[in-house]
């Protein structure tokens, strides 16, 4: 089974932190996704990446950065966390860039911003 | 560009009643489509998905979508509701996004089984 895993589920930081986000998948998949979900909003595209190094941005990418320094691993980096940015982030990996092929989703991190 | 619109941000169904969630999506490509769901305090889980095979799509926990190119729809049913069905599910079309493939969500529709 494929395991996307997640640093934190909850989180509370204060505005103005720099906040940082992990996540984990063990399948060796190409790509990589941070999405942020808000009650009536859906699943929000910030950024993903489709190779070590290589990023691009989303529907939402503002107030946020990421980094992939390895195949396995993507962060979400908030550089100074507003009280905005307080949402549930969901982080998702699929195998190729091949449109037919769906998202593995890790369990969510819920980030409350103070 | 792509869309999806879920009609109805919450439906309510009786348990052993029918559940239908409705989709209708927007692609300016042949669309690739999926239904995810999302228990509490969880991650989104894979349901089905639709990848230009056969229209009538199964899935698990008994649910099932038939995609509808003339009606632009993808709608998700289940004979029988069990309480256990009680989650969000989200409709989602894939897309391409600077020559890469992703997803595009609808806003989710709540699913709320009463006894």
């Known amino acids: 089974d494929v395991k996307v895993t997640q640093s934190s589920r909850y989180l509370v930081k204060r505005t103005g932190e720099k906040v940082f986000l992990e996540c984990v998948q063990d399948m060796d998949h190409e790509n990589m996704f941070w999405y942020r979900q808000d009650p009536g909003l859906g699943l929000r595209l910030i950024y993903f990446s489709y190779d070590v190094k290589m990023k691009e941005k989303g529907d939402i990418p503002e107030g946020y950065s990421v980094s992939r320094e390895k195949k396995e691993r993507f962060s979400l980096i908030l550089e100074s966390a507003s009280t905005n940015q307080t949402s549930m982030y969901l982080c998702?990996?699929?195998?190729?860039?091949?449109?037919?092929?769906?998202?593995?989703f890790g369990p969510g991190t819920r980030l409350t911003v103070t | 560009a792509q869309s999806v619109t879920q009609l109805g941000s919450h439906v309510s169904v009786s348990e052993g009643a029918l559940v239908l969630l409705r989709c209708n999506y927007s692609?300016?490509?042949?669309?690739?489509l999926f239904w995810y769901v999302q228990y509490p305090n969880q991650g989104l889980q894979l349901l089905l998905k639709y990848t230009s095979a056969a229209t009538l799509v199964k899935g698990i926990n008994g649910f099932e979508a038939e995609f509808k190119k003339s009606e632009t729809s993808f709608h998700l049913t289940k004979p029988s509701a069990h309480m256990s069905d009680a989650a969000e599910y989200f409709c989602a079309v894939s897309g391409l996004n600077s020559g890469y493939s992703t997803l595009t969500f609808g806003k989710g529709t709540m699913l709320l089984v009463s006894p």
């Open positions: 998702a990996s699929s195998p190729f860039s091949g449109r037919a092929y769906e998202q593995y």
């Open positions: 692609s300016s490509v042949p669309p690739y």
